[in-house]
């Protein structure tokens, strides 16, 4: 990276602080059973965005939620159906929820009917103010 690079990082506030995110440090997820961590635990977000869907599928299978048995139950957060064949952003938002990332969980992500459900209310509302 040159100066002119680093310049524009620091005007850019906003390009800082995604840097401060990524750089955000992830405490490792102990297994149960023997007590280690998977070699491919990522260290900070970043590392966390760029897992494969082989590493994905490796850290659900040694944290036993590839494959429920008697210590799946046992994480604070376990991973509910998993289904080898669902697309990668659904595998890391699986794993994001269970190894704690708060802005990974499922639950609250929006369908796209959701999302068109609150546009046709906002233009309603609009109109509505537009008149009375």
Known sequence: MNARSYKLIIKDPGLATKLEQMAFPLAPLVEVQHGTVHPAFPRTVLLFWLLTNEQLESLAEFYHQRTPNEFTNLYPHPIRDWNPDMAIEE??????????????????????????????????????????
């Open 91 to 132: 595998k890391q938002r699986k794993v994001g929820e269970f190894i704690g990332i708060r802005f990974c969980d499922s639950r609250t992500l929006k369908t796209d009917e959701d999302i068109m459900a609150e546009v046709r209310q906002a233009a309603e509302k609009k109109i509505w103010r537009k008149f009375y």
